[in-house]
């Protein structure tokens, strides 16, 4: 899923992706020692004759025309998430970025969503866990208006649980804020959301008075980066930190 995040009452709370994977090439489809080839005829493949002469066995061909489209895809998604995660590196997760930075986040977004293998993301157990808040255009939830010494400084993390429907927003230093919600999927991308506690300080409970809702738009999810988008337009992209932790109930 994405980024959520609405505000308590007298405070701020916040939701919220990192990603990078090794490409996989097959070093060999297909091999038969010569020897072996000659004992068994049974064991022998079509093959055709290239310009140079050499003979390629057909098993072969076909492997490699099934696996370079995919090992094509996989290193350009490879690389949108590199050019991603380069581009928000130095932006204090959306606080020190200009229109221009977002312009050139959305851009790359916007291509890596276009290759989501993941189309129904509310199915995907590649939504469970713990994500860790790297770039966001809601100045709500970083608190950019603010001097930085009065911004949440330390990270902001969102729990979610499919099982269940619950998430969870977890800030750190200095607040140490907290926000739970039920999630209601409106389709197998967007689902709404309602926040029904809060803690501040981690520790004095707060229950929500109805005005904390929202959606949000899942517009892409691998094992590793998350990206959303909310129903104010904001950009959410969050990091995979742990996929066993679980929302208390």
Same mark, same amino acid.
């Given at each position: 899923?994405?980024?959520?995040?609405?505000? /308590?009452?007298?405070?701020?709370?916040?939701?919220?992706?990192?990603?990078?994977?090794?490409?996989?090439? /097959?070093?060999?489809?297909?091999?038969?020692?010569?020897?072996?080839?000659? &004992?068994?005829?049974?064991?022998?493949?079509?093959?055709?004759?290239?310009?140079?002469?050499?003979?390629?066995?057909?098993?072969?061909?076909?492997?490699?025309?099934?696996?370079?489209?995919?090992?094509?895809?996989?290193? $350009?998604?490879?690389?949108?998430?590199?050019?991603?995660?380069?581009?928000?590196?130095?932006?204090?997760?959306?606080?020190?970025?200009?229109?221009?930075?977002?312009?050139?986040?959305?851009?790359?977004?916007?291509?890596? $969503?276009?290759?989501?293998?993941?189309?129904? /993301?509310?199915?995907?157990?590649?939504?469970?866990?713990?994500?860790?808040?790297?770039?966001?255009?809601?100045?709500?939830?970083?608190?950019?208006?603010?001097?930085?010494?009065? &911004?949440?400084?330390?990270?902001?993390?969102? #729990?979610?649980?499919?099982?269940?429907? &619950?998430?969870?927003?977890?800030?750190?230093?200095?607040?140490?804020?907290?926000?739970?919600?039920?999630?209601?999927?409106?389709?197998?991308? &967007?689902?709404?959301?309602?926040?029904?506690?809060?803690?501040? #300080?981690?520790?004095?409970?707060?229950?929500?008075?109805?005005?904390?809702?929202?959606?949000? $738009?899942?517009?892409?999810?691998? $094992?590793?980066?998350?990206?959303?988008?909310?129903?104010?337009?904001?950009?959410?992209?969050?990091?995979?930190?742990?996929?066993?932790?679980?929302?208390?109930?």
């Amino acid at each position: 899923m994405a980024f959520l995040h609405l505000s /308590p009452p007298s405070s701020s709370s916040s939701f919220l992706l990192n990603s990078s994977i090794d490409s996989i090439y /097959p070093k060999r489809l297909f091999h038969l020692s010569s020897n072996q080839h000659n &004992r068994d005829a049974s064991l022998q493949l079509p093959s055709y004759s290239s310009n140079q002469g050499s003979r390629i066995p057909a098993q072969w061909r076909i492997g490699v025309s099934f696996f370079v489209p995919f090992l094509d895809r996989s290193s $350009e998604i490879e690389s949108l998430k590199q050019q991603l995660l380069d581009a928000i590196a130095p932006l204090d997760r959306g606080a020190d970025a200009t229109p221009e930075d977002q312009q050139l986040v959305d851009q790359i977004a916007s291509k890596l $969503e276009a290759k989501n293998k993941v189309k129904e /993301p509310l199915k995907s157990n590649l939504l469970n866990g713990k994500w860790e808040l790297l770039y966001t255009t809601s100045m709500s939830v970083i608190q950019s208006e603010r001097p930085k010494i009065l &911004r949440p400084n330390g990270k902001i993390y969102q #729990a979610i649980n499919l099982d269940t429907l &619950r998430a969870q927003n977890i800030e750190t230093w200095p607040f140490f804020n907290q926000a739970t919600a039920n999630l209601v999927p409106l389709n197998q991308r &967007r689902v709404a959301v309602k926040f029904d506690s809060f803690k501040i #300080a981690g520790v004095i409970p707060i229950k929500a008075r109805g005005s904390g809702r929202g959606q949000l $738009e899942i517009t892409y999810l691998d $094992e590793e980066l998350r990206i959303s988008r909310g129903n104010q337009g904001n950009l959410f992209i969050v990091g995979m930190v742990d996929p066993f932790y679980r929302v208390p109930v």
